[in-house]
C-alpha cells in the first residue's frame, strides 16, 4: 500500500481473474496478468498489460491529463468490432513512485467499451 499524502491511499494488487475488455462484440484486450488500483473512494481500475491488448485496437489521441498522485496520463481510442471510440483507454507512461507498478499498462472506461469482464481464470 502506498500514500501519496496519507488521506489519499493507493494500493495495486495482482488481480487473481481473468480480465477482458470488449468492444463492438470482439475482445481487445484478454489477461490474466492484470492488476487492480485502488484509490480513495474511487472503484477499483483494472490496469491491462500492453502485451495484452491487441495492438491493432488501440491509436493514440492527442488528450492529456494530470493526476497529482500517479502523473501524466495519455490517451487512445479504442477500435473493435466496426465501432471506434475515442479516449477510451489511458495509460500512465512514466507514472509517479506510488504508482510504479502501473507502467506499461492500459485502463478502459467501463462506460465507454461493452464490458469490463473479470472471472476467476
Same mark, same amino acid.
Given at each position: ?6 488521506? +489519499?491511499?493507493? $494500493? ?6 481473468? @480480465?477482458? @475488455?470488449? %468492444? /463492438?462484440? @470482439? ?7 492484470? &492488476?487492480? %488500483?485502488?484509490?480513495?473512494? %474511487? ?15 488501440? $491509436?493514440?489521441?492527442?488528450h492529456?491529463? +494530470?493526476?497529482?498522485?500517479? /502523473? ?5 481510442? %479504442? $477500435? /473493435?468490432?466496426?465501432?471506434? @471510440?475515442?479516449?477510451?483507454?489511458? $495509460? ?12 506499461? +499498462? &492500459? ?6 467499451v461493452?464490458v469490463?469482464?473479470?472471472?476467476? /481464470?
Amino acid at each position: 500500500m502506498t500514500s501519496a499524502p496519507s488521506q +489519499h491511499a493507493i $494500493s495495486i494488487e495482482a488481480e487473481p481473474g481473468r @480480465v477482458r @475488455v470488449m %468492444l /463492438g462484440g @470482439v475482445a481487445i484486450a484478454d489477461s490474466t496478468r492484470a &492488476l487492480v %488500483l485502488r484509490e480513495g473512494r %474511487l472503484p477499483p481500475v483494472h490496469y491491462v498489460p500492453r502485451e495484452d491488448v491487441d495492438a491493432g485496437a488501440i $491509436s493514440r489521441t492527442a488528450h492529456r491529463s +494530470h493526476c497529482p498522485f500517479k /502523473g501524466d496520463a495519455s490517451y487512445f481510442a %479504442l $477500435s /473493435g468490432g466496426g465501432v471506434t @471510440v475515442e479516449n477510451a483507454a489511458w $495509460s500512465y507512461e512514466q507514472p509517479f513512485p506510488a504508482a510504479a507498478a502501473i507502467r506499461g +499498462h &492500459l485502463a478502459f472506461y467501463a462506460n465507454k467499451v461493452d464490458v469490463i469482464e473479470v472471472s476467476n /481464470g
